[in-house]
Every structure is written in C-alpha cells, then in structure tokens.
C-alpha cells in the first residue's frame, strides 16, 4: 500500500534527501520517517507512560475526545508538511495520507471534516491542504464544506499558548446542525491543539456527540 502511495511524479529523487528513489521517499528516508511509537495519551497524542490520559488533559480537558497522529513534527516531516502546505507540493497529499491511515479505525465516525481555511486564504492558495489530506484517506464520510472559517487569525506560530485560544476563539461555523454525530476534524499538523480544541468546541455546540481529530503531524514538546 505504502509502496503503492510512494511512486508519484517525483520519479527518480527522493523527496527529501534527493538520493535515488522509486518514488517520493527513497526506503532509507522513508524507514526513518519520525513515527509516533511511544505510549500516547489517547486524548491529544502526547507522550504518556503507560498510555494513560495525560495531567494536562485531566486538569483542562480539551473538548475534543481523542487524538490519532502518524508522527512527530520533526524532520523531514515537517519538511514534508511545509512543502504541501505553502509550496503546492500535492502529491504529497497521498503520501501523508497513506502515514495517517493505519493509525485510523474510524469506526461509527458519521462525518470527516477538514479544518476550514477562510474563503480568502482559500482563494490565495488554490487549495486546503488539510483538505486534500482528507480527501486521499478515501472515506465515504469526508465532507470538505461541514464547517466554515470565518476570519483567518494570525499565524498561530507567532503567538504564546493562552493567545493562541484567544485568537482563534468563533473562528469557525457549522453549516449545518449536528445533532448526535460521531466527527474526525482532519489537519495537517498539531502544535498546541488551540485550533482543534476550538474546532471540536464548535462541532460540539452544534451538536456532535463526539469529536476526534485526525492529524499527520504532532508537534511534541522538546527539552
Ligand atoms: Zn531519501
Ligand atoms: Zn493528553
């Protein structure tokens, strides 16, 4: 399957170490991809002995229900991510994808949705990355137009933790109601889940029961 999803238009050079490749990633680069192995708290993906619900999740539950990551943000993922992102680099869409699947099982999920970029930024980039992530997990479920952005906020990167709530606080609307629906929130990367928190917040109020998110990346915290 992997080997499958591998072979793109890239041809003969890895993606990212540029070496000799039967498609985007030679073996090498992709065996040493920064898989999430450790025990995770199931809640937001962090690292947790014995897999149990970390001490941030019990002290300030998130109002999502569960994390699913592939790997941390480190190189080349982040390299990966980036090059989807802001260089347009989409057939990386199924490669990321394909690392995000077997994470999944998806069961009872009654909608997948991708984290809305605004309409302007939309129009900006040509594309959601999120979105075309989504779109090559091939569920039934996906529906890309659930929830809207209704302003872009600053990037997030540039903000401290409690700013970054702050600032993305009403970001998002459902376009319709959900009462007692199952929901993946799909998304190119988590960082410190201020966005997901606000996205499952907002599929909650409209009536969703519960809220997973579904993400390639995981930002960890480093020492
Ligand atoms: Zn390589
Ligand atoms: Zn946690």
Partial sequence: MLERLLSGRFGCSCFVCRGAARGLLCAQCAAELPRLARPLCPRCALESPGGAICGRCLSQPPAYDATHAALAYDFPADTLVHALKFRGELALAPLLAGLLAPKLRGDGIDHVVPVPLSAERLRRRGYNQAAEIARHLGRD?????????????????????????????????????????????????????????????TLKAAGAVHVENWVVARTLPHA
């Fill in 141 to 201: 479920a996906l529906e890309v137009a659930l929830c809207e952005r209704t302003r872009e906020a600053p990037p997030q990167m540039e903000l401290p933790y409690d700013e970054r709530q702050r600032n993305v606080r009403g970001a998002f609307r459902c376009t319709r109601a959900l009462i007692g629906a199952r929901i993946a929130v799909v998304d190119d990367v988590m960082t410190t889940g201020a966005t997901l928190d606000e996205m499952a917040r």
